[in-house]
C-alpha cells in the first residue's frame, strides 16, 4: 500500500527538493537544492528523516494539498498560517493529517519559503542522484528528465506525491524557539571575502560593507538581485569561472548579485566573496522590498558554524 497528497493548488511555486545535485557542474547544471538550508534540515529533523530526503520547497504561499492515507508532516520556513480543514496549526512542528484532510497554506506573512516534509520523505525518482528539482535544466521532481520524459517542472494541480505508509509520531515535536529564525530582522548578513576583493577600491569596499540594499523583485532561485550603494570593480570582466554557491558578483552597473542554487555554472563578474550558508539562508527567506546589510566574516568563524551544522544535522 503506497500513500500520498494530491495538490489541489500548487500557489506561485512549489518544487521538490532534496540537498542538491553535486559534481555535475562540468556538464553545465546546476545543483539545486534548498535555499534555505536551516529550514529544510530542520524539517526532517523533526520527522527523523536522514537529511537528503525529499521535501516540498513552496515560495510564497497559497497551496493546497488533501492527503489519502494518515501521515505525519512538518512545516517550517516562512510564516504561511497553515491550517488543516480550516483549523490554524503552528509552524517548526510535528502534525497529524488524517485521510482526506486538507493543508492549505495561506500567503506568506514573513519569509519567503516554507519546506513540506512528511515522515519517510516524498518517493521521488532522481535524475544524477538529486531529486532536486531545477526548471532551467528540465531536471528533478515528479519526473526526474531523463529519457525521454521531461523534469524540471514545478508541482501542479492534481499531481499526486506518493510516499511510504507510516506509523504517526506518538507525540507534537517542535523546534525550540531560539533556533526559529525571525526573518524581518535586518540581521548582517554574513560575507567571507575572496581572492577577487583587490579588484576594489578602498571606498568601493565601504560603499558595499557601511551601505544598506534591497532585495530586487526580479530575483529568483538563481540568484538575489540587490539595489543600493554603486560598487564599482577595477576590473570590469574577467576571464569566466566557476561559480561557488553564494557568490556576490558585481556586474557593470555597481548592483551586486547575490548567487543561489539554480545558478549558471560559470560567470566572468569580478567577486567580491562569498555569503556563509547560515546567512544565504536568511537571504533566501527576505523578501522583495526588504532591506539587508552585510560585513566581513572571518573563515575560521564560518566554518566552525557550518561544522556544528553538519554534524548536528548529519548533512551529506
Not at 530542520?42 to 501521515?71: K, V
Not at 501542479?156 to 526559529?180: E, N, Q, S, Y
Not at 548579485?257 to 550558508?277: A, E, M, S, W
Request: proline residues 6%; glycine residues 12%.
Amino acid at each position: 500500500m503506497v500513500a500520498g497528497i494530491t495538490v489541489l493548488d500548487p500557489g506561485v511555486l512549489s518544487l521538490v527538493q532534496d540537498i542538491g545535485r553535486y559534481g555535475v557542474g562540468k556538464l553545465g547544471l546546476s545543483q539545486g537544492g534548498p535555499v534555505d538550508c536551516h529550514a529544510f534540515a530542520w524539517a526532517n529533523y523533526l520527522l527523523d528523516n536522514p537529511a537528503n530526503t525529499p521535501l516540498i520547497e513552496i515560495t510564497m504561499g497559497q497551496a493546497r494539498f488533501r492527503a489519502d492515507h494518515a501521515i505525519s508532516i512538518a512545516i517550517t520556513g516562512a510564516d504561511m498560517q497553515p491550517c488543516i480543514n480550516g483549523q490554524r496549526v503552528g509552524m517548526w512542528q510535528t502534525l497529524a493529517l488524517n485521510a482526506g484532510d486538507e493543508l492549505s497554506l495561506s500567503y506568506a506573512r514573513r519569509g519567503l519559503r516554507a519546506y513540506l516534509a512528511v515522515r519517510g520523505g516524498w518517493a521521488v525518482d532522481g535524475a544524477f542522484g538529486s531529486a532536486a528539482t531545477v526548471v532551467r535544466n528540465q531536471l528533478g521532481g515528479l519526473h526526474s528528465g531523463l529519457g525521454e520524459q521531461v523534469g524540471g517542472l514545478p508541482l501542479a494541480k492534481g499531481d499526486w506525491l506518493a510516499c511510504r505508509p507510516h506509523a504517526l509520531l506518538p507525540r507534537t515535536r517542535g523546534v525550540p524557539a531560539r533556533f526559529i529564525p525571525d526573518y524581518d530582522a535586518l540581521t548582517p548578513l554574513a560575507l567571507l571575502p575572496g581572492y577577487q576583493l583587490d579588484s576594489f577600491s578602498s571606498e568601493a569596499l565601504a560603499a558595499f560593507f557601511d551601505g544598506e540594499y534591497t532585495v530586487d523583485q526580479h530575483s529568483d532561485r538563481m540568484g538575489v538581485r540587490l539595489n543600493g550603494p554603486r560598487v564599482v570593480s577595477k576590473q570590469p570582466g574577467i576571464v569566466s569561472e566557476g561559480i561557488a554557491l553564494g557568490a556576490v558578483q558585481v556586474p557593470p552597473d555597481g548592483q551586486p548579485i547575490v548567487l543561489l542554487n539554480d545558478r549558471q555554472t560559470l560567470g566572468g563578474y569580478p567577486k567580491l566573496g562569498c555569503l556563509t550558508r547560515a546567512s544565504l539562508s536568511m537571504l533566501a527567506q527576505t523578501r522583495p522590498g526588504k532591506a539587508v546589510r552585510f560585513y566581513p566574516a572571518k573563515l575560521t568563524d564560518a566554518s566552525l558554524q557550518w561544522q556544528t551544522f553538519v554534524q548536528f544535522f548529519d548533512w551529506i
